[in-house]
C-alpha cells in the first residue's frame, strides 16, 4: 500500500500499473496525475488478511488541491499472485 501511495505521488503510472491485478488494471491514460494535487501523508489504519492470498488494507491518505486539504478513505483489497502482492479494488468511505 506504501508503495502504491509513493507512486501516486511520484505519478509512476509504470509502477502502478505492474502492482494491479490485471483483470482490474485500467488503461494507463486514466492514471495521470492532476499536477494541481499536493499529496501530504498516508496513514494505514488497519491490515486484514482473509487468508493467505487475500488481504484488505484500510487507510486515508491527505492530500490539497488549490491550498483546500482533501483526505481519501479506503479500504483496498490486494490479492498475492506469484509471490507478489497487486492492487484489485476498492471501496470509498464517504467522510
Same mark, same amino acid.
Given at each position: 500500500?506504501?508503495?502504491?501511495? +509513493?507512486?501516486? +505521488?511520484? #505519478?509512476?503510472?509504470?509502477?502502478?500499473?505492474?502492482?494491479? *491485478?490485471?483483470?482490474?488494471?485500467?488503461?494507463? *491514460?486514466?492514471?495521470?496525475? #492532476?499536477?494541481?494535487?499536493?499529496?501530504?501523508?498516508? *496513514?494505514?489504519? $488497519?491490515?486484514?488478511? $482473509?487468508?493467505?492470498?487475500? $488481504?484488505?488494507?484500510?487507510?486515508?491518505a =491527505?492530500?490539497?488541491? %488549490? %491550498?483546500?486539504?482533501?483526505?481519501?478513505?479506503? +479500504?483496498?483489497?490486494?490479492? =498475492?499472485?506469484?509471490? =507478489?502482492?497487486?492492487? +484489485?479494488?476498492?471501496d470509498?468511505?464517504?467522510?
Amino acid at each position: 500500500m506504501r508503495s502504491r501511495y +509513493t507512486a501516486y +505521488t511520484l #505519478d509512476r503510472v509504470d509502477y502502478l500499473l505492474a502492482t494491479w *491485478q490485471a483483470a482490474h488494471r485500467p488503461a494507463a *491514460q486514466e492514471l495521470g496525475s #492532476d499536477p494541481s494535487v499536493k499529496w501530504l501523508g498516508l *496513514q494505514v489504519k $488497519a491490515f486484514r488478511p $482473509a487468508d493467505a492470498d487475500h $488481504a484488505a488494507v484500510e487507510f486515508v491518505a =491527505r492530500y490539497k488541491i %488549490g %491550498g483546500r486539504a482533501h483526505r481519501l478513505h479506503e +479500504t483496498s483489497r490486494f490479492v =498475492r499472485e506469484d509471490g =507478489r502482492w497487486l492492487y +484489485t479494488d476498492g471501496d470509498i468511505h464517504s467522510t
